[in-house]
């Protein structure tokens, strides 16, 4: 049967907060979950990825789990390490305990950020593209990949690997006109990856079918996700104001984008 309660992990967060706003159309009871708590959600569990015993009460019962805390951006390798790393270990073994049978992790294009970017002309980046991490934060998705990978080997509990390229209400630099997941497009692929038959460990691209598309979306597509938007609207604007992607300037030419050549962080 379809999933029906799902668990939203990082609630609080961006693309939590766009989610909340989108998937109750598609008829699923939320259970909301971060360690903020979440605005005008009193029901809301405020709870940290490091406390086993809140997430194992968290996803008691659930249907589905879909998996967005997280810190979302570079930071220290031992931040990472608890929140991404220790944090979606502690999620997934309590989905194990619990018996829940599918998740939908919210993976970055940052696990294969360092791939060049295609000119025009050049093919898309298959799905299968070798894992070239840009960042401390690209490596733990890429952790997180392996573990959906390993939790479906070992204890058949399927995942949808989401990786997403940009999802805001509007692409804000000329980079996201390629990587761009309209928040709408972004609830119908979860809505996809949520009901898809027999999806094991499946790796996705996650964008609008944009014109500048940098990526393949047939293997989203095959879960059943039709996107409807495209960036091409916000082209000339963002242009005029920035300028084409210079294929001389690093912070251009990768998959990345900035995130290749941000300086490191180390430890503090
Ligand atoms: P965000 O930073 O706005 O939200 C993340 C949420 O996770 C926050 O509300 C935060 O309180 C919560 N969180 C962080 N550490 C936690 C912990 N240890 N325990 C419990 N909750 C914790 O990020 P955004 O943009 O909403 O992204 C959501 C997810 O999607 C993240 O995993 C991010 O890596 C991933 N993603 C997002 C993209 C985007 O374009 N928005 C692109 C690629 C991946
Ligand atoms: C991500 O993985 C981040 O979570 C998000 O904030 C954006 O920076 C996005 O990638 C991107 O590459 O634009």
Redesign the pocket.
Not at 47 to 50: E, H, N, P, Q, R
Not at 106 to 109: D, K, T
Not at 164 to 168: E, L, P, R
């Given at each position: 049967p379809a999933p029906r309660t799902v668990l939203l992990?990082?609630a609080?967060?961006?693309?939590?907060t766009l989610m909340r706003g989108l998937l109750p159309a598609y008829g699923y009871e939320l259970r909301l979950f971060?360690?903020?708590p979440v605005e005008g959600e009193p029901g809301a569990i405020t709870?940290?990825?490091?406390d086993r015993e809140a997430l194992r009460e968290a996803v008691r019962g659930v249907d589905a789990i879909i998996h967005?805390?997280?810190?979302?951006l570079e930071s220290s390798f031992d931040k990472i390490l608890?929140?991404n790393i220790e944090?979606t270990y502690n999620l997934y073994e309590a989905a194990r305990e619990e018996g829940v049978r599918r998740v939908v992790f919210?993976?970055?294009?940052h696990v294969v950020g360092h791939t060049p970017r295609p000119l025009p002309g050049d093919p898309l980046i298959p799905v299968d593209a070798p894992r070239r991490p840009d960042t401390f934060y690209g490596l733990s998705?890429s952790f997180g990949e392996d573990l959906a990978q390993l939790y479906w080997d070992r204890h058949g509990m399927e995942t949808v690997s989401v990786r997403?390229?940009?999802?805001?209400p509007e692409p804000t630099s000329v980079r996201m006109l390629s990587v761009w997941m309209s928040p709408r497009d972004g609830a119908r692929l979860f809505h996809a990856a949520l009901t898809a038959e027999g999806v094991r460990h499946t790796v996705v691209h996650g964008s609008s079918d944009n014109t500048r598309l940098w990526w393949d979306l047939t293997t989203a597509r095959s879960l059943g996700y039709e996107p409807k938007d495209d960036s091409e609207p916000y082209a000339a604007r963002l242009i005029a104001e920035q300028g084409e992607l210079d294929p001389d300037n690093p912070d251009h030419a990768h998959l990345g984008g900035h995130f290749c050549t941000d300086p490191p962080i180390w430890p503090r």
């Open positions: 992990t990082g609080a967060g961006g693309l939590g971060d360690a903020v709870a940290d990825l490091g967005l805390a997280g810190i979302s608890r929140a944090g919210a993976s970055s294009n998705k997403i390229g940009s999802c805001f």
